[in-house]
């Protein structure tokens, strides 16, 4: 229904950073059997650490930069058992920062090894205690980071270039690609980044 890229094209990248973003959509035939709207998929698992989280890492770690908040020579800093680790860890480790992670225990064995691949320290924290626990995994690395020289906490959840990736770089790539005729847009919620920036970038 929208025009194709010529074939042959190719695409070249200075910067590992460069790949991040620009996830194709694939139709989805027989989700859609029998049902008028066309449903499309965002291939999100394309980008360099295999997940959308990737955009927001790169947004928030960028975001800091600017702000003075995370320097040359600094230590980039969350609790997370999920894909956003692994986004931070890649950014850091192209841009030259430290980066530590506190996970909780069921965090999955490959997620780990990745973000080691990545040279990330992990340090496993207490599982499925209290918030107010001093061994809750955001606790541990907010203690952590304040007592860093240089150490930046990414606190994803609050973090606004979060939601800021989506809107800026998410929601247009769905509105081009579609050609402005994309009426309904679904995401599954983590920290609420992905839908909330797209969706106030697609309204």
């Known amino acids: 229904p929208w025009p194709r890229p010529s074939v042959g094209r190719m695409t070249v990248y200075e910067s590992i950073l460069d790949a991040i973003g620009g996830a194709p959509l694939l139709r989805l035939k027989r989700?859609?059997?029998g049902v008028r709207p066309r449903i499309y998929a965002k291939l999100e698992f394309q980008n360099i650490g295999g997940s959308v989280?990737?955009?927001?890492?790169?947004?928030?770690?960028?975001?800091?930069?600017?702000?003075?908040?995370?320097?040359?020579?600094?230590?980039?800093?969350?609790g997370t058992?999920?894909?956003?680790?692994?986004?931070?860890?890649?950014?850091?480790?192209?841009?030259?920062?430290r980066s530590v992670f506190f996970p909780r225990p069921p965090t999955a064995?490959?997620?780990?090894?990745?973000?080691?691949?990545?040279?990330?320290?992990?340090?496993?924290v207490a599982d499925f205690v209290p918030r107010s626990?001093?061994?809750?995994?955001?606790?541990?690395?907010?203690?952590f980071a304040a007592s860093t020289p240089g150490a930046w906490l990414?606190?994803?959840?609050?973090?606004?270039?979060?939601?800021?990736?989506?809107?800026?770089s998410t929601g247009p790539e769905i509105w081009a690609d579609t050609a402005g005729s994309v009426t309904h847009f679904v995401a599954?919620?983590?920290?609420?980044g992905t839908?909330?920036?797209?969706?106030?970038y697609l309204k």
């Open 31 to 33: 989700l859609g059997e």
């Open 53 to 78: 989280k990737d955009r927001a890492s790169l947004s928030m770690i960028r975001a800091a930069e600017r702000a003075g908040l995370l320097e040359p020579g600094g230590t980039v800093v969350e």
């Open 81 to 97: 058992s999920g894909n956003t680790g692994i986004g931070l860890s890649l950014v850091a480790a192209q841009l030259g920062y």
């Open 109 to 124: 064995a490959e997620k780990i090894r990745l973000l080691r691949a990545f040279g990330a320290e992990v340090h496993l």
């Open 133 to 143: 626990d001093p061994d809750h995994l955001a606790n541990r690395a907010g203690a």
């Open 154 to 168: 990414a606190l994803q959840y609050d973090n606004p270039a979060n939601p800021q990736a989506h809107a800026e």
């Open 188 to 192: 599954s919620v983590g920290t609420g």
């Open 195 to 200: 839908i909330s920036g797209t969706g106030r």
